[in-house]
């Protein structure tokens, strides 16, 4: 038995699942919109699972893996010398590095941001392609010499670096490519009551530390 196909079609043609044209010569179309792992709600027709059941999958989960930090660091010389490193995560469960005799404070915060503890996790900081990356470079290349990384430049900036190996795979990007704003403007910008924030980095220095 034949079995007869009522709804109009031409060969070749259909939907793009990127970007969602229809009609279009499958052949022919160039799509630049490339799929991406969805992180939250339900998969998806265009989902890279190739689940179309609206159902959470493990693999498309939302992530919580983020950590936020900041460095502050003395200026006193000609060196910036990091003697407080301060991190949150997603929780808000915040984490205080700081020099002392035993270890500075980009020591502290590096062995504990590189460890296999916290492995799969985004580090995210306020212009760190030009300044806070450098320091966990630092650390990396003095005590980690024999592991890959991944570098992602523009110019001497560094916009990503990420590191797979040991099953690590951490990221550490920059805030400020999706915020245009310093640092300083936050409060201002995402209507938050701020404390009166002066140039505090003037007075980063060992000798004044405990006067502050």
């Not at 504990?112 to 806070?132: E, F, M, Q, R, V």
């Amino acid at each position: 038995m034949t079995t007869l196909h009522t709804h109009n079609s031409v060969c070749g043609y259909g939907k793009c699942h990127n970007c969602k044209q229809e009609n279009i010569d499958l052949c022919l179309h160039e799509c630049f919109m490339q799929q991406k792992i969805r992180k939250g709600e339900y998969c998806v027709e265009a989902c890279v699972c190739n689940s179309k059941s609206s159902e959470k999958r493990n693999d498309c989960m939302f992530t919580t893996n983020y950590i936020f930090f900041y460095y502050e660091a003395q200026q006193n010389t000609e060196t910036h010398i990091p003697n407080m490193v301060i991190a949150h995560n997603f929780e808000g469960t915040k984490y205080v590095f700081s020099t002392d005799d035993a270890a500075t404070a980009n020591d502290k915060f590096c062995k504990w941001a590189l460890s296999k503890d916290i492995k799969g996790t985004t580090y995210i900081a306020h212009n760190s392609k030009s300044y806070d990356t450098y320091f966990i470079i630092q650390y990396i290349l003095k005590y980690m010499p024999t592991v890959k990384y991944e570098i992602i430049r523009n110019g001497t900036k560094i916009m990503m670096l990420e590191i797979k190996e040991g099953g690590l795979n951490l990221k550490f990007i920059d805030s400020l490519h999706f915020i245009q704003s310093k640092l300083f403007d936050f409060p201002k910008r995402l209507d938050l009551q701020k404390r009166k924030m002066d140039t505090f980095h003037i007075f980063s220095i060992l000798q004044k530390i405990k006067v502050i």
